[in-house]
Protein backbone atom coordinates (compact mmCIF):
# COMPACT_ATOMS: atom_id res chain seq x y z
CA UNK A 1 0.00 0.00 0.00
CA UNK A 2 1.05 3.40 -0.97
CA UNK A 3 -2.01 5.62 -0.28
CA UNK A 4 -3.00 7.76 2.24
CA UNK A 5 -4.95 5.38 4.68
CA UNK A 6 -1.31 3.00 4.98
CA UNK A 7 0.51 4.41 8.00
CA UNK A 8 3.97 3.70 6.44
CA UNK A 9 3.15 6.39 4.02
CA UNK A 10 4.88 9.18 3.57
CA UNK A 11 3.46 12.00 1.80
CA UNK A 12 5.57 14.80 -0.51
CA UNK A 13 7.40 17.01 2.60
CA UNK A 14 5.04 20.31 0.96
CA UNK A 15 2.30 18.40 2.30
CA UNK A 16 3.43 16.53 5.16
CA UNK A 17 4.60 19.70 7.34
CA UNK A 18 1.57 21.64 6.97
CA UNK A 19 0.00 18.63 8.11
CA UNK A 20 2.47 17.85 11.26
CA UNK A 21 1.88 21.50 12.42
CA UNK A 22 -2.22 20.85 12.09
CA UNK A 23 -1.62 18.02 14.62
CA UNK A 24 0.48 20.07 16.97
CA UNK A 25 -1.81 23.38 16.64
CA UNK A 26 -4.65 20.81 17.85
CA UNK A 27 -2.75 19.21 21.07
CA UNK A 28 -0.66 22.68 21.69
CA UNK A 29 -2.58 24.38 24.81
CA UNK A 30 -4.10 21.38 25.98
CA UNK A 31 -0.59 19.97 26.39
CA UNK A 32 1.07 22.71 28.31
CA UNK A 33 -2.15 23.30 30.71
CA UNK A 34 -1.19 20.84 33.17
CA UNK A 35 1.69 21.75 33.51
CA UNK A 36 0.71 25.04 34.70
CA UNK A 37 -1.73 24.02 37.11
CA UNK A 38 0.29 21.88 38.81
CA UNK A 39 3.21 24.48 38.68
CA UNK A 40 0.51 26.60 40.70
CA UNK A 41 -0.58 23.77 42.67
CA UNK A 42 3.05 23.66 43.91
CA UNK A 43 3.63 27.60 44.40
CA UNK A 44 5.51 28.09 41.47
CA UNK A 45 4.71 31.81 40.43
CA UNK A 46 3.24 31.95 37.08
CA UNK A 47 6.44 33.15 34.87
CA UNK A 48 8.62 31.60 37.18
CA UNK A 49 12.06 29.69 36.09
CA UNK A 50 10.10 26.48 37.39
CA UNK A 51 7.13 27.38 35.71
CA UNK A 52 8.91 27.64 32.75
CA UNK A 53 11.09 24.22 33.34
CA UNK A 54 7.85 22.28 33.68
CA UNK A 55 6.18 23.61 30.40
CA UNK A 56 9.38 23.43 28.71
CA UNK A 57 9.50 19.26 29.67
CA UNK A 58 5.62 18.75 29.18
CA UNK A 59 6.69 19.68 25.05
CA UNK A 60 9.77 18.17 25.24
CA UNK A 61 8.73 14.22 26.60
CA UNK A 62 5.27 14.90 24.41
CA UNK A 63 7.51 14.49 21.52
CA UNK A 64 9.80 12.05 22.94
CA UNK A 65 6.57 9.89 23.59
CA UNK A 66 5.22 10.44 20.62
CA UNK A 67 8.20 9.48 18.59
CA UNK A 68 8.05 6.06 21.06
CA UNK A 69 4.15 5.92 19.25
CA UNK A 70 5.39 6.53 15.65
CA UNK A 71 8.64 5.04 15.39
CA UNK A 72 8.56 2.85 18.18
CA UNK A 73 11.91 0.12 19.06
CA UNK A 74 11.16 -3.61 19.63
CA UNK A 75 7.32 -4.01 21.27
CA UNK A 76 7.15 -0.61 22.42
CA UNK A 77 5.03 1.54 19.70
CA UNK A 78 1.47 1.26 18.20
CA UNK A 79 3.67 2.11 14.66
CA UNK A 80 0.66 4.33 14.18
CA UNK A 81 -0.12 8.20 13.93
CA UNK A 82 -0.88 8.80 17.65
CA UNK A 83 0.16 12.08 19.38
CA UNK A 84 1.14 11.82 22.99
CA UNK A 85 0.35 14.99 25.40
CA UNK A 86 0.38 15.48 28.93
CA UNK A 87 -2.91 13.88 30.65
CA UNK A 88 -5.18 15.83 32.05
CA UNK A 89 -6.73 12.80 33.87
CA UNK A 90 -3.60 12.71 36.32
CA UNK A 91 -4.67 16.52 37.58
CA UNK A 92 -7.27 15.71 40.50
CA UNK A 93 -4.89 13.42 41.60
CA UNK A 94 -1.50 14.80 40.91
CA UNK A 95 -2.88 18.26 42.53
CA UNK A 96 -3.69 17.15 46.32
CA UNK A 97 -0.26 15.04 46.29
CA UNK A 98 1.73 18.16 45.48
CA UNK A 99 0.11 19.98 47.94
CA UNK A 100 0.57 17.43 50.72
CA UNK A 101 3.80 15.45 50.00
CA UNK A 102 5.58 18.09 47.22
CA UNK A 103 6.98 17.74 43.87
CA UNK A 104 9.89 15.06 44.58
CA UNK A 105 6.82 12.56 45.63
CA UNK A 106 5.01 13.53 42.70
CA UNK A 107 8.08 12.78 40.17
CA UNK A 108 8.82 9.21 42.55
CA UNK A 109 5.17 8.18 41.90
CA UNK A 110 5.09 9.47 38.27
CA UNK A 111 8.10 7.02 37.66
CA UNK A 112 6.90 4.06 38.93
CA UNK A 113 3.18 4.55 37.74
CA UNK A 114 4.85 4.87 34.28
CA UNK A 115 6.46 1.70 34.50
CA UNK A 116 3.51 -0.45 35.89
CA UNK A 117 1.59 1.59 33.18
CA UNK A 118 4.09 -0.03 30.68
CA UNK A 119 3.10 -3.53 33.03
CA UNK A 120 -0.40 -3.20 31.89
CA UNK A 121 0.53 -3.42 28.18
CA UNK A 122 0.43 -7.17 28.57
CA UNK A 123 -2.99 -7.30 29.73
CA UNK A 124 -4.53 -4.80 28.42
CA UNK A 125 -6.43 -6.76 25.89
CA UNK A 126 -7.75 -8.85 29.12
CA UNK A 127 -9.28 -6.31 30.85
CA UNK A 128 -10.88 -3.99 28.00
CA UNK A 129 -14.56 -5.16 28.60
CA UNK A 130 -13.84 -3.85 32.35
CA UNK A 131 -14.05 -0.35 30.93
CA UNK A 132 -17.57 0.07 29.14
CA UNK A 133 -18.22 3.73 27.76
CA UNK A 134 -20.58 3.32 30.83
CA UNK A 135 -17.32 3.81 33.12
CA UNK A 136 -15.27 5.43 30.67
CA UNK A 137 -17.70 8.08 30.13
CA UNK A 138 -18.24 8.55 33.79
CA UNK A 139 -14.79 8.91 34.43
CA UNK A 140 -14.03 11.59 31.84
CA UNK A 141 -17.15 13.86 32.89
CA UNK A 142 -15.85 13.24 36.94
CA UNK A 143 -12.17 14.74 35.26
CA UNK A 144 -13.67 17.46 33.92
CA UNK A 145 -16.44 18.60 36.89
CA UNK A 146 -13.52 18.34 38.90
CA UNK A 147 -11.36 20.68 36.66
CA UNK A 148 -13.71 23.40 35.86
CA UNK A 149 -13.43 25.14 39.25
CA UNK A 150 -9.82 25.74 38.34
CA UNK A 151 -10.58 27.30 35.12
CA UNK A 152 -13.19 29.78 36.94
CA UNK A 153 -10.30 30.88 39.23
CA UNK A 154 -7.63 31.25 36.51
CA UNK A 155 -10.20 33.35 34.46
CA UNK A 156 -11.12 35.50 37.93
CA UNK A 157 -7.49 35.98 38.40
CA UNK A 158 -5.71 32.91 39.79
CA UNK A 159 -6.11 29.52 41.54
CA UNK A 160 -5.13 29.36 45.50
CA UNK A 161 -5.74 31.45 48.23
CA UNK A 162 -3.01 33.76 47.58
CA UNK A 163 -4.71 34.85 44.35
CA UNK A 164 -8.16 35.55 45.25
CA UNK A 165 -6.73 37.82 48.54
CA UNK A 166 -5.32 40.03 45.97
CA UNK A 167 -8.17 43.17 45.23
CA UNK A 168 -8.34 42.65 41.90
CA UNK A 169 -9.74 38.91 42.06
CA UNK A 170 -12.39 38.79 39.65
CA UNK A 171 -12.46 42.25 38.41
CA UNK A 172 -14.51 42.90 35.31
CA UNK A 173 -10.56 43.57 33.75
CA UNK A 174 -10.26 39.55 34.15
CA UNK A 175 -13.14 38.46 32.63
CA UNK A 176 -12.60 40.72 30.37
CA UNK A 177 -9.41 39.21 29.07
CA UNK A 178 -11.11 35.23 29.32
CA UNK A 179 -14.00 36.28 27.49
CA UNK A 180 -11.64 37.30 24.84
CA UNK A 181 -9.98 34.19 24.33
CA UNK A 182 -13.94 32.40 24.65
CA UNK A 183 -15.54 34.56 21.90
CA UNK A 184 -12.32 34.48 19.88
CA UNK A 185 -12.10 30.82 19.98
CA UNK A 186 -15.94 29.94 19.32
CA UNK A 187 -15.83 32.14 16.23
CA UNK A 188 -12.66 31.17 14.96
CA UNK A 189 -13.84 27.33 15.94
CA UNK A 190 -17.24 27.79 13.83
CA UNK A 191 -16.52 30.21 10.87
CA UNK A 192 -13.36 28.86 9.57
CA UNK A 193 -11.90 25.29 8.25
CA UNK A 194 -9.04 23.96 8.44
CA UNK A 195 -5.31 24.32 10.37
CA UNK A 196 -7.19 27.82 11.59
CA UNK A 197 -10.52 25.64 13.02
CA UNK A 198 -8.12 22.86 14.59
CA UNK A 199 -5.94 26.00 16.42
CA UNK A 200 -8.89 27.62 17.44
CA UNK A 201 -8.59 27.67 21.36
CA UNK A 202 -4.81 28.60 20.12
CA UNK A 203 -5.79 31.40 18.51
CA UNK A 204 -8.26 32.67 21.00
CA UNK A 205 -5.05 32.79 23.56
CA UNK A 206 -3.39 34.09 20.57
CA UNK A 207 -5.69 37.27 20.46
CA UNK A 208 -6.48 37.23 24.44
CA UNK A 209 -2.44 38.03 24.98
CA UNK A 210 -2.23 40.99 22.23
CA UNK A 211 -5.46 42.77 23.85
CA UNK A 212 -4.21 41.83 27.77
CA UNK A 213 -0.63 43.98 26.47
CA UNK A 214 -1.74 47.79 26.46
CA UNK A 215 -3.77 46.82 29.81
CA UNK A 216 -0.23 46.32 31.42
CA UNK A 217 -1.20 42.31 32.17
CA UNK A 218 1.83 41.20 30.61
CA UNK A 219 5.19 41.47 31.94
CA UNK A 220 8.09 40.49 29.09
CA UNK A 221 11.52 40.17 31.68
CA UNK A 222 10.78 35.98 31.62
CA UNK A 223 11.00 36.27 28.39
CA UNK A 224 14.52 38.25 28.23
CA UNK A 225 15.96 35.92 31.07
CA UNK A 226 15.06 32.56 29.77
CA UNK A 227 18.05 30.62 27.71
CA UNK A 228 18.01 29.92 23.85
CA UNK A 229 18.81 26.25 24.21
CA UNK A 230 18.44 23.69 27.49
CA UNK A 231 18.85 20.04 28.51
CA UNK A 232 16.58 18.58 30.95
CA UNK A 233 18.31 17.50 33.99
CA UNK A 234 17.01 14.28 35.89
CA UNK A 235 15.88 14.28 39.25
CA UNK A 236 15.39 18.13 39.08
CA UNK A 237 12.58 18.31 41.88
CA UNK A 238 14.36 15.23 43.76
CA UNK A 239 12.33 11.68 43.95
CA UNK A 240 10.54 10.52 46.78
CA UNK A 241 8.59 6.94 47.10
CA UNK A 242 5.02 7.33 48.95
CA UNK A 243 3.19 4.63 48.98
CA UNK A 244 -0.41 6.49 48.94
CA UNK A 245 0.83 8.51 45.94
CA UNK A 246 2.05 5.31 44.09
CA UNK A 247 -1.39 4.01 44.47
CA UNK A 248 -3.12 6.95 43.33
CA UNK A 249 -0.88 7.28 40.25
CA UNK A 250 -1.00 3.74 39.45
CA UNK A 251 -4.95 3.51 39.60
CA UNK A 252 -4.87 6.62 36.82
CA UNK A 253 -2.71 4.59 34.35
CA UNK A 254 -5.26 2.40 34.54
CA UNK A 255 -7.72 4.99 32.94
CA UNK A 256 -5.20 6.48 30.77
CA UNK A 257 -4.41 3.14 29.24
CA UNK A 258 -7.77 2.37 28.16
CA UNK A 259 -8.30 5.58 26.86
CA UNK A 260 -5.17 5.04 24.73
CA UNK A 261 -6.73 1.87 23.63
CA UNK A 262 -9.72 4.14 22.66
CA UNK A 263 -7.73 6.86 20.78
CA UNK A 264 -5.78 3.94 18.36
CA UNK A 265 -9.38 2.24 17.85
CA UNK A 266 -10.68 5.19 16.74
CA UNK A 267 -7.38 6.40 14.70
CA UNK A 268 -7.35 2.82 12.46
CA UNK A 269 -11.29 3.13 12.22
CA UNK A 270 -11.75 6.58 11.12
CA UNK A 271 -8.10 6.32 9.00
CA UNK A 272 -7.99 2.91 7.44
CA UNK A 273 -11.76 1.38 8.25
CA UNK A 274 -9.98 -1.04 10.08
CA UNK A 275 -9.99 -2.89 13.77
CA UNK A 276 -6.65 -2.49 15.75
CA UNK A 277 -4.99 -5.62 16.33
CA UNK A 278 -3.95 -6.54 19.01
CA UNK A 279 0.10 -5.68 18.74
CA UNK A 280 -1.45 -2.13 17.96
CA UNK A 281 -3.11 -1.57 21.22
CA UNK A 282 -0.42 -3.27 23.29
CA UNK A 283 2.67 -1.47 21.71
CA UNK A 284 0.49 1.54 21.96
CA UNK A 285 -0.24 1.08 26.15
CA UNK A 286 3.83 0.24 25.94
CA UNK A 287 4.87 3.53 24.54
CA UNK A 288 2.20 5.65 26.99
CA UNK A 289 3.54 3.81 29.69
CA UNK A 290 7.44 4.35 28.76
CA UNK A 291 6.91 7.74 27.84
CA UNK A 292 5.70 8.83 31.20
CA UNK A 293 7.87 7.05 33.23
CA UNK A 294 11.15 9.20 30.81
CA UNK A 295 9.42 12.12 31.60
CA UNK A 296 8.93 11.42 35.52
CA UNK A 297 12.69 11.16 35.13
CA UNK A 298 12.95 14.55 33.83
CA UNK A 299 10.65 16.47 35.09
CA UNK A 300 7.65 15.65 33.25
CA UNK A 301 4.18 14.87 33.69
CA UNK A 302 2.57 12.13 32.74
CA UNK A 303 1.41 11.64 29.32
CA UNK A 304 -1.54 10.04 27.08
CA UNK A 305 -3.06 9.79 23.44
CA UNK A 306 -4.56 13.05 22.40
CA UNK A 307 -8.29 12.68 21.28
CA UNK A 308 -8.72 15.68 18.99
CA UNK A 309 -5.80 14.78 16.95
CA UNK A 310 -7.50 11.27 16.14
CA UNK A 311 -10.28 13.42 15.13
CA UNK A 312 -7.91 14.94 12.59
CA UNK A 313 -6.54 11.63 11.25
CA UNK A 314 -10.33 10.59 10.58
CA UNK A 315 -10.65 14.16 9.23
CA UNK A 316 -8.02 14.88 6.77
CA UNK A 317 -7.61 11.09 5.81
CA UNK A 318 -3.99 11.10 6.37
CA UNK A 319 -3.07 8.02 8.44
CA UNK A 320 0.45 8.49 7.89
CA UNK A 321 2.57 7.65 11.12
CA UNK A 322 5.72 10.28 9.50
CA UNK A 323 2.93 13.14 9.68
CA UNK A 324 2.63 13.00 13.24
CA UNK A 325 6.91 11.96 13.63
CA UNK A 326 6.93 15.15 12.41
CA UNK A 327 4.85 16.93 14.43
CA UNK A 328 6.90 15.07 17.34
CA UNK A 329 10.05 16.60 16.44
CA UNK A 330 8.48 20.37 16.13
CA UNK A 331 7.29 19.75 19.84
CA UNK A 332 10.78 19.00 20.81
CA UNK A 333 12.63 21.73 19.50
CA UNK A 334 10.24 23.58 21.64
CA UNK A 335 11.14 21.86 24.57
CA UNK A 336 14.36 22.39 23.94
CA UNK A 337 13.96 25.96 23.59
CA UNK A 338 13.11 28.01 27.27
CA UNK A 339 12.02 30.94 25.46
CA UNK A 340 9.19 28.94 23.97
CA UNK A 341 8.38 28.10 27.42
CA UNK A 342 8.84 31.13 28.87
CA UNK A 343 6.61 32.88 26.11
CA UNK A 344 3.72 30.76 27.40
CA UNK A 345 4.60 31.62 30.75
CA UNK A 346 4.25 35.15 30.25
CA UNK A 347 0.52 34.51 29.38
CA UNK A 348 -2.15 36.63 31.91
CA UNK A 349 -3.75 33.85 33.92
CA UNK A 350 -6.84 35.34 33.07
CA UNK A 351 -6.23 34.54 29.27
CA UNK A 352 -5.37 31.32 29.98
CA UNK A 353 -8.39 31.06 32.39
CA UNK A 354 -10.57 31.40 29.10
CA UNK A 355 -8.86 28.68 27.03
CA UNK A 356 -9.38 25.96 30.51
CA UNK A 357 -12.74 26.91 30.66
CA UNK A 358 -13.39 26.17 27.08
CA UNK A 359 -10.85 22.34 27.38
CA UNK A 360 -12.14 21.49 30.62
CA UNK A 361 -15.60 21.97 29.40
CA UNK A 362 -14.64 20.02 26.50
CA UNK A 363 -13.74 17.10 28.69
CA UNK A 364 -17.26 16.95 30.12
CA UNK A 365 -19.07 16.94 26.80
CA UNK A 366 -16.25 14.16 25.69
CA UNK A 367 -17.49 12.40 28.87
CA UNK A 368 -21.28 12.96 27.78
CA UNK A 369 -20.89 12.02 24.55
CA UNK A 370 -19.33 8.18 25.57
CA UNK A 371 -22.47 8.17 27.62
CA UNK A 372 -25.04 8.36 24.99
CA UNK A 373 -23.93 5.32 23.91
CA UNK A 374 -24.85 3.64 27.08
CA UNK A 375 -28.53 1.25 27.56
CA UNK A 376 -30.31 3.84 30.24
CA UNK A 377 -31.97 0.93 32.36
CA UNK A 378 -32.31 0.90 36.08
CA UNK A 379 -28.60 -0.89 35.71
CA UNK A 380 -26.58 1.73 34.40
CA UNK A 381 -28.41 4.65 35.99
CA UNK A 382 -28.34 2.79 39.80
CA UNK A 383 -23.86 2.61 38.64
CA UNK A 384 -23.93 6.48 37.43
CA UNK A 385 -25.79 7.89 40.67
CA UNK A 386 -23.57 5.97 43.21
CA UNK A 387 -20.35 6.58 41.85
CA UNK A 388 -21.14 10.18 40.99
CA UNK A 389 -22.60 10.73 44.08
CA UNK A 390 -19.95 9.61 45.99
CA UNK A 391 -17.02 10.25 44.04
CA UNK A 392 -18.33 14.10 43.90
CA UNK A 393 -18.96 13.96 47.27
CA UNK A 394 -15.89 12.91 48.89
CA UNK A 395 -13.84 15.55 46.92
CA UNK A 396 -16.24 18.22 47.98
CA UNK A 397 -16.90 17.21 51.65
CA UNK A 398 -13.39 15.59 52.62
CA UNK A 399 -13.94 16.04 56.20
CA UNK A 400 -16.28 13.04 56.25
CA UNK A 401 -12.95 11.05 55.56
CA UNK A 402 -11.19 12.60 59.06
CA UNK A 403 -11.66 9.45 61.03
CA UNK A 404 -10.71 6.92 58.27
CA UNK A 405 -7.22 6.00 59.52
CA UNK A 406 -3.63 6.26 58.44
CA UNK A 407 -2.89 8.83 55.76
CA UNK A 408 -2.56 6.93 52.74
CA UNK A 409 -6.96 5.85 52.51
CA UNK A 410 -7.76 9.05 53.25
CA UNK A 411 -5.91 10.43 50.44
CA UNK A 412 -7.36 8.37 48.13
CA UNK A 413 -11.01 8.23 48.89
CA UNK A 414 -10.78 12.35 49.34
CA UNK A 415 -9.40 12.37 45.95
CA UNK A 416 -12.99 11.95 44.28
CA UNK A 417 -11.91 10.47 41.25
CA UNK A 418 -10.52 7.39 42.46
CA UNK A 419 -13.60 6.37 44.57
CA UNK A 420 -15.88 7.19 41.68
CA UNK A 421 -13.66 5.20 39.51
CA UNK A 422 -13.33 1.72 41.09
CA UNK A 423 -17.06 2.00 42.39
CA UNK A 424 -18.53 2.42 38.35
CA UNK A 425 -15.60 -0.50 37.41
CA UNK A 426 -16.76 -2.64 40.70
CA UNK A 427 -20.55 -2.31 40.01
CA UNK A 428 -20.22 -2.85 36.63
CA UNK A 429 -18.50 -6.04 37.09
CA UNK A 430 -20.82 -7.52 39.41
CA UNK A 431 -24.71 -6.04 39.19
CA UNK A 432 -26.50 -8.69 36.55
CA UNK A 433 -27.27 -7.36 33.28
CA UNK A 434 -31.17 -6.46 32.66
CA UNK A 435 -33.02 -6.55 29.49
CA UNK A 436 -35.14 -3.25 30.00
CA UNK A 437 -35.20 -0.12 31.54
Request: aromatic share 8%; proline share 5%; charged share 10%.
Amino acid sequence: MTDARNPDYAPPMAEAIPLGLQHVLAMFVSNFTPAIIIGGAAGFAFGSSDAIFLIQMSMLFAGIATLLQTIGFGPVGARLPVMQGTSFAFIPVMIPIVKTAGMATLFGSIVIAGIFHTLIGTIIGRIRNWFPPLVTGLVIVIIGLMLIPIGIEYAAGGAGDFNKGKPDWGSASHWFQALVVIVVALGVKFYSKGILSSAAILVGLIVGYIVSIPMGSVSFSGIANAAWFALPQPFSYGFELNFAAIIAMCLMCIISAIETVGDISGITKGGAGREATDKELSGGTFADGLGTAVAGVFGGLPNTSFSQNVGLVSLTGVMSRSVVTLGAVFLIICGLVPKVGAIVSSMPISVLGGGVILMFGMVVSAGVNMLSDVNWNKRSMFILAISLSVGLGLKMVPESMQHVGGHTLPLLLTSGLLPAALLAVVLNLILPDEQDG
